[in-house]
T-cell receptor, first 112, second 116 residues
């Protein structure tokens, strides 16, 4: 099976940088995605790594190392509105369909 | 951008009744949609893959007779929770990939189901 592990909670100060890690146990996937979910809302797409290395999208960057089965999401210049849950997710082919498997999720709290 | 619309956003029903949740792709056609369930403070768990014109594919442990999925058109998939019980209370979310395989997922707004 597939499992993606994340720290359950992270607290960081407004304006700082925070890294959310994701380790996984699987192979044969398209890439690693990151989603943000505010309480009561639906997940929204943040970033995607198909290849190893760093992808930068504004204040958010994501990193993937397939050899280490590891990825992370980096949030810079933290804002209060960044307080939310963050999920890594693997895209893989299963039975002819593309499926998305979500990580355990990390609740980020940004404090003043 | 691509939009996936889900309705209703919340519903309260009595134990033993059935509830239907709709998921629509508003500006693209989706031959495949996905249904997830999320319990409080937990991750999203894939329940089933909805396929237009054919039977849904259910994940292990998901009762297909309890969670009926119908994907009658290229823009609409429905999830019906039959004979709902309090333990079915959860957040149900659908998703689709507007660009097809290998592209990013867009999610509906989610439906908060409370069974009393």
């Amino acid at each position: 099976g597939q499992s993606l592990e994340q720290p359950s909670e992270v607290t960081a100060v407004e304006g700082a940088i925070v890294q959310i890690n994701c380790t996984y146990q699987t192979s044969g996937f398209y890439g690693l995605s990151w989603y943000q979910q505010h309480d009561g809302g639906a997940p929204t797409f943040l970033s995607y790594n198909a290849l190893d290395g760093l992808e930068e999208t504004g204040r958010f960057s994501s990193f993937l190392s397939r050899s280490d089965s590891y990825g992370y999401l980096l949030l810079q210049e933290l804002q209060m509105k960044d307080s939310a849950s963050y999920f890594c997710a693997l895209r893989r082919n299963s039975g002819g369909y593309q499926k998305v498997t979500f990580g355990t999720g990390t609740k980020l709290q940004v404090i003043p | 951008g691509a939009v996936v619309s889900q309705h209703p956003s919340w519903v309260i029903c009595k134990s033993g009744t059935s509830v239907k949740i709709e998921c629509r792709s508003l500006d693209f056609q989706a031959t495949t949609m996905f249904w997830y369930r999320q319990f409080p403070k937990q991750s999203l768990m894939l329940m089933a893959t909805s396929n237009e014109g054919s039977k849904a594919t259910y994940e292990q442990g998901v009762e297909k007779d309890k969670f009926l999925i119908n994907h009658a058109s290229l823009t609409l998939s429905t999830l019906t929770v039959t004979s709902a019980h309090p333990e079915d209370s959860s957040f149900y979310i659908c998703s689709a990939h507007p660009g097809g395989r290998g592209t990013e997922a867009f999610f509906g707004q989610g439906t908060r189901l409370t069974v009393v």
